[in-house]
């Protein structure tokens, strides 16, 4: 009878820190007005004008994108009457991704200015232009977390580990990039964006042989 090969398997996390260097904004108009057209074109000129400002401040055509392009009637219940509508709310957003971190408080500062009292800000993520380098470093630390594992429970059982069977690499692990800090600076009309660190988690599975 052939003796079943023994083995170990293990699994291992590990993290990495970097600064982030993109900041993707989320800004939405909306614009409330009497009749459909009102609403409609009125939006659009707000639209417009945050556009111009963001690339008035160096933000690229292709870091800014539109999306949710809606326009709705707004009703009212009256005893009596049912309902009525009361106005017309078109709205929009858009999708801006901002590479130089530094000039953020100015680039958001323009949209609102741009965009007045009918700029809604959705919020803001901050995460890497190109995330590699520090997947590569958690990829790193998580099989550096697994072998150490590995080699502990190896010498536990007085064997030693001999060559990798399978290894698998868990999807779905990194971790949640936090949401830039809204600081207000010393100016009344802006804030600062505090970047900080952002997290990017890696987790693996290892079948070892069991030498000895």
């Known amino acids: 009878m052939t003796e079943t090969p023994r083995s170990i398997a293990v699994t291992g996390t590990g993290s990495a820190e970097a600064a982030p260097d993109l900041l993707t904004l989320s800004v939405g108009v909306e614009c409330r007005r009497e009749t459909v057209a009102e609403a409609y074109s009125d939006a659009g000129a707000r639209s417009a004008a945050v556009t111009a400002a963001l690339r008035q401040h160096g933000v690229d055509n292709a870091d800014m994108a539109t999306s949710g392009l809606n326009v709705r009637a707004e009703v009212n219940w009256q005893e009596g009457r049912g309902q009525t509508v009361t106005g017309y709310l078109a709205s929009s957003t858009l999708t801006i991704r901002i590479r130089e ?82 600081q207000r600076a010393a100016s009344a009309e802006s804030l600062s964006v505090e970047a900080g660190e952002s997290s990017v988690t890696a987790t693996v599975g290892v079948v070892w042989e069991l030498l000895g």
């Open 101 to 182: 971190l530094s000039a953020s408080s100015q680039i958001l500062a323009a949209a609102v200015a741009a965009g007045g009292d009918d700029v809604r800000l959705n919020g803001l993520t901050l995460g890497f232009a190109d995330a590699s380098a520090v997947e590569a470093r958690a990829r790193e630390a998580a099989w550096t977390d697994a072998r150490t594992t590995a080699e502990h429970y190896a010498a536990l059982s007085g064997a030693a580990l001999g060559q990798v069977v399978s290894l698998t690499q868990h999807t779905g692990f990194q971790a949640p990039v936090p949401v830039a800090k809204l």
